[in-house]
């Protein structure tokens, strides 16, 4: 998996989303959602559910040639407050 720089055909698309807070985006090529959200859980699994602090989200959407695919998300709170 690398962050995109040029113009693959199949993309991987991440809107990352905080209450509050202004929305980041991130676009990833030679990967696909399955292994993207399996990253992101092993990336936040020391987070709890029960932290307190703001939910922060994040949509993985599958483009392929610039039609938008499936789409999954992952949520989880206390990252950062």
Do not use: H
Request: charged share 25%.
């Amino acid at each position: 998996m690398k962050i995109y720089n040029s113009q693959p055909e199949n993309l991987i698309r991440l809107m990352i989303t905080k209450s509050g807070e202004k929305t980041e985006y991130l676009t990833l090529c030679e990967c696909d959602a399955p292994r993207v959200l399996e990253w992101l859980k092993m990336l936040f699994k020391n987070t709890s559910p029960f932290v307190s602090g703001k939910r922060t989200t994040i949509q993985i959407r599958e483009a392929i040639g610039g039609e938008n695919g499936k789409s999954m998300s992952i949520a989880f709170f206390g990252l950062i407050q």
